[in-house]
């Protein structure tokens, strides 16, 4: 079933601290490899705080101010005349945010760093409005779907739509863009009707430019489109999860014939996403109601064995074993009702994705965090929440396998005692409603 509407997650409006330069002699690679150092993969087992001559462990708030001296800098870099550092500096914080969890750093920035995005989105060049879109997606992760989550999103998302909307900008920008609109709106705006619909809306006019026409024939499709239609589709279907099943009821009449007919796309990887899209929409029409049917189910399920099998030369092989991978699991779930369960393992734990819901869901974070995604899965309370997680875990230093520092015990229970603040307030905003 979709995600619960939660109360908004955080309730502070901590002040603005702007950037402090770091050493000004650190080129840019130096520092996001310094960055890194620290805001490592969880999967190392060593503590990333350790000296590498003498092995000894530095002073750990010593080692996390260093480590925000550098983050401070690359904010800094934002700004810059230089359209080289600026996206330097972007680069700097995608890595920066996809490896770690940097809740109160980052909220103490949020109003800098938006307008630093902001103002590379509507100034920068496609590469870098490409750069800012997904920087700003990560933030919104990194701001755990809260009240500042929303904010930012509030102030972006006019920028957002304007470069999507554009057909003269870049195709990665407006890719960028489709994407970030989606995620951010999922995690920031779910308890907000009006803004679900819009970005429904918006997303659903990128994509439907590749439904076929009154005679049934699809367009030819212009350079570039494909990816952005892919994008647009994924995006769309992400948030097709928040809807109420009154809304979802008028959306499975509108699409699903017109995406059967996108399954004849000449683009591989536009038929997979609208694939995936079609045993989505169909897995949330059995959610409403056990006895819905696709309307012509034998057309649809002859097209998908079609796909399952192809064997056309003319096609990549690579592309051949994914399609026929994807539409084997469509048609049998199609058929049978049974989807292919996968199991993510991160840390000492796993969470299942079985349904294809939660595939989309985690594919989509898997998309943005990258190798991140199992870090944040283990850490970020945003990510714990969605898929039903609890809050993290308090490791023991005796775990088989694992040599946690005293510096990443920290961050457990931080995060721990964070969580059960959360709950605490979620339970008393319960009883101030039945009062």
């Not at 399954?263 to 990887?269: A, G, M, R």
């Not at 051949?320 to 292919?340: A, G, M």
Request: aromatic letters at 6%; glycine letters at 6%; one cysteine or more.
């Amino acid at each position: 079933m979709p995600r619960s509407k939660k109360g908004k997650r955080g309730s502070g409006k901590p002040g603005v601290k702007n950037g402090v330069k770091g050493e000004s002699g650190a080129s840019d690679d130096e520092l996001t490899s310094d960055i890194l150092s620290h805001y490592s993969s969880a999967s190392e087992s060593t503590s990333v705080l350790e000296e590498s001559t003498g092995g000894e462990q530095v002073d750990e708030q010593t080692a996390q101010d260093e480590t925000e001296d550098k983050l401070k800098h690359c904010i800094d870099n934002l700004m810059d005349k230089s359209a080289k550092t600026r996206l330097a500096g972007l680069e700097s914080l995608r890595q920066a945010f996809s490896s770690r969890v940097l809740y109160d750093f980052l909220t103490e920035r949020r109003l800098t760093i938006s307008d630093c995005l902001e103002r590379s989105l509507k100034k920068g060049s496609g590469e870098e409005q490409a750069a800012a879109a997904t920087v700003f997606a990560l933030f919104c992760i990194q701001l755990e779907g809260g009240d500042e989550a929303e904010e930012g999103f509030k102030m972006l998302r006019p920028i957002l739509t304007t470069i999507l909307n554009d057909n003269s900008a870049s195709i990665a920008a407006r890719h960028s863009c489709a994407r970030a609109l989606g995620m951010c709106c999922y995690v920031s705006a779910a308890q907000n009707g009006e803004d679900l619909i819009k970005s429904l809306a918006l997303l659903e006019s990128i994509f439907m430019s590749s439904y076929p026409n009154r005679e049934g024939t699809l367009p030819t499709p212009k350079p570039g489109s494909p990816v952005l239609h892919s994008t647009a589709l994924q995006a769309w279907s992400l948030l097709v999860t928040l809807c109420p099943a009154s809304r979802l009821t008028v959306l499975l009449d509108l699409h699903l014939p017109k995406l059967q007919a996108c399954l004849q796309s000449s683009d591989v990887n536009y038929r997979i996403a609208v694939g995936e899209t079609i045993a989505l929409l169909v897995e949330l029409g059995r959610d409403i109601d056990e006895e819905f049917k696709v309307e012509d189910t034998e057309s649809l399920c002859e097209c998908l064995k079609s796909l399952a099998t192809d064997g056309n030369k003319h096609r990549a092989k690579n592309d051949r074993r994914k399609q026929r991978s994807i539409f084997r699991e469509v048609l049998h779930y199609i058929e049978n009702e049974d989807f292919t369960e996968e199991k993510i393992r991160f840390g000492v734990e796993s969470v299942y994705i079985d349904s294809w819901m939660r595939r989309r869901i985690y594919d989509a974070f898997k998309e943005i965090l990258e190798s991140g995604v199992r870090h944040h899965l283990q850490f970020n309370p945003l990510l714990r929440d969605i898929f039903g997680l609890g809050a993290p875990l308090v490791l023991d230093a005796t775990v088989k396998g694992s040599k946690i520092s005293r510096f990443e015990k920290h961050l457990f229970n931080s995060a721990a005692f964070k969580a059960r603040t959360k709950q605490r307030n979620k339970v008393r905003d319960k009883r101030a409603d039945v009062m």
